[in-house]
């Protein structure tokens, strides 16, 4: 395939071209409506947004011959439009520029990119905040797959997952499933952390919880002890790297 035809196929594909533009434009405007609110700093912000991605869309396009499509810094710079559209609420656009992320991951990195996964995990959040919890578990849910394949089950990432997953299924009544997830996200955080971590305390605390509106008593209170001596386990440690600094 020649150049031209490259740059025509490129060209018909909306969801990466024509939609990336446009989120380029929409910082541009943010950019604008800061300048008239007398916000310089915030208008900066959005100013830099949008010329890095217009840049950063340019040179991509000027290497097409080469057949470079990947570019891990363009997906860095979305991730970073994305979050912040999530902070302004303007969660519609945030959906097209991780819409735009995993388009791109699917055209130009392997089948099972952990980086795939680290989208969808972002996506959570989006969702979270509309109180979309069924499409934020569907997200930990596509993600879980993808982590196992790369790095296996006894990792961070995996982990985190599994207490997201948790906290989502108590959201929609699921306890049942959150114990699952909660007990799993425990086990592995004390694989790669050890038994002192501050990510244990919550999962002690959020185990309680769910223990207790399974009526479970007893589970309930154990988790409960063990946020108080988690806490207490957190606390020594803290002061311990204080006095040895």
């Not at 394949?149 to 006894?154: A, I, L």
């Not at 223990?211 to 209170?221: F, I, L, P, R, S």
Request: charged share 30%; with cysteine.
């Amino acid at each position: 395939m020649n150049l031209w035809r490259k740059i025509l196929k490129w060209y018909r594909n909306p969801p990466f071209v024509k939609r990336v533009w446009d989120i380029a434009m929409k910082c541009y405007i943010y950019g604008n409506e800061c300048i008239s609110k007398g916000d310089f700093e915030g208008a900066t912000c959005y100013y830099t947004r949008a010329a890095t991605l217009y840049a950063s869309h340019s040179f991509r396009l000027n290497y097409i011959n080469r057949g470079e499509f990947d570019s891990p810094a363009i997906r860095l710079i979305l991730i970073t439009i994305a979050r912040a559209f999530v902070d302004e609420e303007d969660y519609s656009t945030a959906y097209e520029t991780y819409s735009v992320l995993l388009y791109d991951i699917d055209s130009n990195c392997k089948k099972h990119s952990p980086f795939k996964a680290d989208v969808y995990v972002d996506m959570v959040y989006l969702f979270w905040e509309q109180n979309k919890y069924i499409k934020s578990i569907e997200c930990y849910q596509k993600a879980l797959p993808i982590y196992k394949r790369n790095y296996g089950e006894k990792n961070r990432k995996y982990a985190m997952c599994c207490e997201g997953l948790a906290r989502c299924m108590c959201c929609v009544e699921e306890y049942g499933q959150a114990a699952r997830y909660g007990e799993k996200a425990v086990e592995l955080y004390k694989i790669v952390y050890g038994d002192v971590y501050e990510r244990l305390e919550k999962c002690y605390e959020n185990l309680s919880f769910i223990y207790n509106m399974m009526g479970e008593v007893d589970k309930a209170a154990h988790y409960a002890v063990k946020k108080r001596d988690m806490e207490r386990a957190l606390e020594e440690y803290d002061v311990f790297n204080l006095e040895f600094k």
